[in-house]
Structures are given as C-alpha cells and as structure tokens.
Nanobody, 123 residues
Framework: QVQLAESGGGLVQAGGSLRLSCAAS????????MGWFRQAPGKEREFVAR??????YYADSVKGRFTISRDNAKNTVYLEMNSLKPEDTAVYYC??????????????????WGQGTQVTVSS
C-alpha cells in the first residue's frame, strides 16, 4: 500500500506562485507513475501533470506555468505552480500508479490518492 499526503496549498493572488508537495509512505514510489489532478467545485477531477521515471506530461492549461518533479531520496513529488490564475482554484490531489499506460489523464488509471490540498487564487 502507498499512502500519499499533499501539502503546500493556500491562498495566493493571481500571478503568484505555490509549490505543492506529495509525500509518499508505505512503499518507495521511485518506479511509480505519479500524477497531479485537481477538482474545482461542481466540476470533474481533471489531469494536471504526470511524471514517469524519466518524462513529464502536462495539461495544455498549465503547460509553461507548472512544473512537476520528484525527489526519490525523499520519496516526494512536487508541483511548482507559477503565474497562477483564478481558474487554477481547486483542490489538488496527488496520485500514484504502478503502470498508468497511455491513459494517464484518466483518474481511474491511478491506484492511490492523497486527501488533497486546497489552492485558491484570488483576482
């Protein structure tokens, strides 16, 4: 079993930055596909970013503004968010999959989820 715990959310003004962390425990996740998703009120959970062992993938809406990275020594994944916009407001979730495949944008492809951290961007 993998337990995931997000942190780093908060309230920020438009144009600001936040760095989210996802600390994993229970197993080493260095060989897992790790993803970030978000869910705004009344909307479905949507893909934000994914990091495999060697590659990164982003939703078009965050490309060029967000960066996903991992520190295998700390068993932690990060999401650096810059140039934040009010439409980035959501609960952000970290997820892990042993083999996510080509459907990596679909939440059901991930096996483990964190509890989420709120990000609010004011205009």
């Amino acid at each position: 079993q993998v337990q995931l715990a997000e942190s780093g959310g908060g309230l920020v003004q438009a144009g600001g930055s936040l760095r989210l962390s996802c600390a994993a425990s229970g197993r080493t996740v260095s060989n897992y596909d790790m993803g970030w998703f978000r869910q705004a009120p009344g909307k479905e959970r949507e893909f934000v970013a994914r990091i495999s062992r060697s590659n990164t993938y982003y939703a078009d809406s965050v490309k060029g503004r967000f960066t996903i990275s991992r520190d295998n020594a700390k068993n932690t994944v990060y999401l650096e968010m810059n140039s934040l916009k009010p439409e980035d407001t959501a609960v952000y979730y970290c997820a892990a999959s042993w083999l996510v495949g080509s459907d990596y944008e679909r939440p059901h492809r991930y096996d483990y989820w964190g509890q989420g951290t709120q990000v609010t961007v004011s205009s």
